[in-house]
């Protein structure tokens, strides 16, 4: 691999990430979501990763060759790698011996120097030192000779001397010799040849180099500055330059040789491409040349989609410019297509008429866009006759369109080379169709369509699961759609505590960072939805009937014992035995409400394990005339709401819990004080303390505005509670020595005092009156005795009578 070659720069992440979706939650690694801005959401132009176009421009691979790369790598590591593919095979002293050889002068030194080695290895180490110093002579017949020993012989070396000599035909200037050569590379590889560095998938990147020089083009290093002190620092970057009119058929076959090597998973021949199609957007002339060439036409069109602004989505954030960034590369490709007559109907039919489809949609001429996509029927062609279809409120259209793209794709994986939709976009593509069927209204069926990519859209599912859905609907479709089975055929365990499973609960179900994909992706959603339908029926009063949804069995167990508490304070017959149980209640409420009974979105956002007050699901709906929101929607929004709809809402019904156990406890008694003292502990846990109101007041974007002020007013509410239970202690309860720390550091309510206080309290009482009034005492005494001897009697003179 030459120098210049290996001196490509890395892909920037722009080239491998999926397609962005709209509306990612303002915070560290949230997941993506569709809901949030559903305008923007679905006027959206579709469009695949420009790394996943570059790779399926030509048809798969049907060899093994593999491309052996680092986009990383130093001069170090580079080295590393060639020394251990140098030793590989071969006797434990080869490493000396062959870097012995490297340090000569010249070959032929280097050949004296490597008697001890095998004759191919031998042969091409001596050839490589020639070819550093210059001496293509007799490097190339070094090289040649490697390739005339017997096959056994020289297979160790045959693909490295067939791709040299192909570099050797590159610095004489002799292409079609170099191209022959990186051919045989190829095929040596191909028919088993030991290939440690990836030569052969490397020897399409050569050749292809070979061919663009002929097109005309060569590349050209804008020297940079890596001073980390200077402002202006910038990376050295490859691009290309002219050196003779353009010669479209030898760029069309660089392009292919580049996207050949994409195929194989190279990421130099994806920046190279990428490197072609930013010359030709950039420079009319040649533009207009290439642009009726098939392969050349699908790299262009792929990568305008991939890298610029979309403007049919496109909408300013509160206090953004609103004036619409522009689009040069799009403008540039559309008018040299025009001038070409490309997808006209006088003119050449295109090769990418559904890429062009979804270009003329971006670019707002919506009637070549229909025009286009009826080029080519497929899933991309039928996506923008979707999007087209939603341009024209017609959301049963674009329904039945969504469905159509969707079926037209594989089930798994990225399906053949030359897809035209990448699964990331699938998964985006059924997404919208789940967006569609929400905003028609169909409610059930939107949670359907998004179980399936429910990993990369968790928090929509959330949304529909927990707000739009009724309890008793859901519990049909859970019933029906997610069995028993899955929980039982569930067997993944984790350690939890360790990144990057610290979303996770210990049966390995929640968000887990995706490193490759370099954002949240969501594990174990069938059974996640079964325990958000526990939580919603324990929310609803129904807590037997949530029992059997919990997925994980120490919730489960837990819940059980916090329904069995509710249930003992409400038939207890001892007031005693009520309040105990009430804070049996209370204590679960606070240390396990989140996973009994709190909410998977907003407000409790347990998806997020409660760490933020939002970035899963929905927090409000969109303003009132807002596209794509029924009416009917916002009313099972707001019937689905927590009661209170406040941030750990179970606390307050901890704090409630904890209330009415004191409820029912003597004044005196320490279970009293402690019960108060838990209800403020709880109380106090509901202030979130993170905004204030000076914050609100600066605060330019409404919504933020409103939350930061919905958080303001919980905080005032949790302290005002917690201060008003402190004063009813404060009033009716006794002194404690620990009070001190009241709200703070709390005991263990003694309810076994507290049930004999119920008698002890009375009797106390009494004999202390006794002691203080003896003479009122004995009078009393004796009249209570007076009437106790005067109503027996009066029994006894009743009985004779009757007898």
């Known amino acids: 691999m030459s120098a210049r070659k290996r001196r490509l720069l890395a892909l920037s992440l722009s080239l491998l990430a999926g397609a962005a979706g709209v509306a990612v939650a303002c915070g560290p690694d949230f997941p993506w979501q569709l809901l949030d801005r559903r305008d923007v959401t679905l006027a959206e132009t579709p469009a695949n990763p420009f790394a996943w176009e570059a790779a399926h421009l030509v048809a798969p691979p049907t060899d093994t060759m593999k491309a052996v790369e680092n986009r990383w790598a ?209 420079n009319a002339d040649p533009l207009k040349a290439a642009v009726t060439d098939p392969t050349v036409q699908r790299l262009l069109a792929a990568h305008v989609l991939a890298f610029e602004t979309d403007t049919p989505s496109w909408r300013p954030y509160q206090g953004q410019d609103p004036t619409p960034p522009t689009v040069p590369h799009l403008t540039a490709l559309t008018d040299a297509l025009a001038q070409a007559h490309v997808g006209q109907p006088d003119g050449q039919a295109p090769a990418a008429a ?75 593509l059924i997404g919208e169709g789940g967006t569609v069927a929400l905003a028609r209204g169909e409610y059930v069926a939107a949670l359907d369509t998004l179980m399936p990519v429910a990993d990369t859209y968790w928090g929509d599912v959330v949304h529909v699961a927990e707000r739009v859905l009724t309890v008793d609907e859901l519990k049909a479709y859970v019933d029906a759609k997610v069995p028993t089975s899955v929980v039982t055929g569930w067997t993944l365990k984790v350690d939890n505590k360790q990144w990057p499973n610290t979303l996770l609960d210990g049966m390995g179900v929640g968000y887990r960072y995706d490193e490759e994909a370099d954002h949240l992706r969501y594990q174990g959603a069938p059974l996640a939805l079964r325990s958000l339908l526990a939580r919603r029926l324990m929310r609803a009063g129904r807590g037997k009937e ?22 003992t304070a409400g038939s207890a017959w001892w007031s005693a035995s009520r309040a105990r149980a009430w804070f049996q209640a209370t204590t679960l409420a606070r240390t396990r409400g989140m996973e009994i009974m709190g909410t998977e979105g907003p407000p409790d956002s347990g998806a997020l394990q409660g760490a933020y007050e939002w970035g899963v699901s929905q927090t409000a709906l969109p303003p009132a005339g807002a596209a794509f929101v029924t009416d009917g929607e916002r009313q099972r929004f707001a019937a689905a709401a927590p009661q209170p709809d406040q941030r750990f809402h179970y606390r307050s019904i901890a ?115 006794i002691r203080q009034n003896h003479r009122k005492a004995l009078a009393a005494g004796g009249a209570a005795l007076a009437v106790l001897v005067a109503g027996v009697a009066l029994v006894m003179v009743r009985r004779r009578r009757a007898g």
């Open 354 to 428: 559904d890429q062009l489809a979804a270009l003329a949609y971006r670019k707002g001429d919506y009637e070549a866009a229909a025009r286009l996509a009826a080029m080519k029927p497929g899933p991309l062609a039928s996506w923008v006759e979707a999007k087209l279809a939603l341009r024209k409120g017609d959301l049963a259209q674009a329904a039945s369109l969504y469905a159509k793209a969707a079926a037209a794709f594989p089930a798994t994986g990225d399906g053949p080379q030359g897809s035209v939709i990448s699964a990331a976009e699938r998964t985006r």
């Open 546 to 567: 949530a029992l059997a949804y919990y997925h994980n069995p120490d919730v489960a167990k837990d819940a059980r014992a916090y329904v069995d508490a509710l249930d």
């Open 74 to 282: 130093t001069d170090d590591t580079r080295a590393k790698i060639r020394t251990d593919a140098e030793a590989a095979g071969l006797a434990a002293e080869t490493p000396a011996l062959v870097a012995a050889m490297r340090a000569a002068k010249d070959g032929d030194q280097a050949y004296a120097q490597g008697e001890k080695l095998p004759a191919a290895v031998r042969l091409y180490t001596a050839g490589a030192v020639d070819y550093r110093a210059g001496r293509l002579d007799q490097a190339a017949a070094r090289f040649q000779a490697v390739l005339d020993l017997p096959v056994a012989e020289g297979a160790s070396r045959a693909v490295w001397a067939a791709y040299m000599l192909g570099r050797v035909a590159m610095r004489r200037d002799q292409a079609d010799a170099a191209a022959a050569f990186f051919a045989k590379a190829r095929a040596l590889a191909q028919a088993g040849a030991p290939d440690p560095l990836g030569l052969g998938v490397a020897s399409l990147g050569e050749e292809a180099r070979v061919r663009l020089a002929q097109a005309g083009l060569a590349l050209v290093t804008t020297p940079g500055t890596d001073d980390d002190t200077v402002a202006a620092s910038l990376p050295a970057t490859l691009r290309l330059e002219a050196t003779k009119p353009l010669d479209v058929p030898a760029l069309a076959q660089a392009v292919t040789l580049y996207a050949q090597q994409a195929a194989h998973d190279s990421y130099q021949g994806v920046e190279s491409l990428n490197l072609i199609a930013l010359h030709l957007l950039e």
């Open 655 to 769: 704090t409630d819990a904890a209330e009415r156990a004191a409820d029912l406890l003597p004044h005196t008694s320490q279970a009293y004080a402690a019960t108060l003292c838990w209800a403020v502990t709880y109380a106090n846990s509901m202030a979130i303390n993170s905004w204030t109101e000076e914050e609100a007041a600066i605060a330019s974007d409404p919504v933020w505005r409103s939350r930061i002020l919905a958080a303001v007013a919980q905080d005032k509410q949790a302290k005002g509670r917690a201060w008003a239970l402190y004063q009813r202690y404060i009033k009716t309860g006794p002194h404690q020595a620990w009070a001190a720390h009241f709200g703070h550091a709390c005991p263990a309510p003694d309810f076994d005092a507290a049930a004999k206080a119920w008698w002890q309290t009375p009797a106390r009482h009494a004999r202390t009156w």
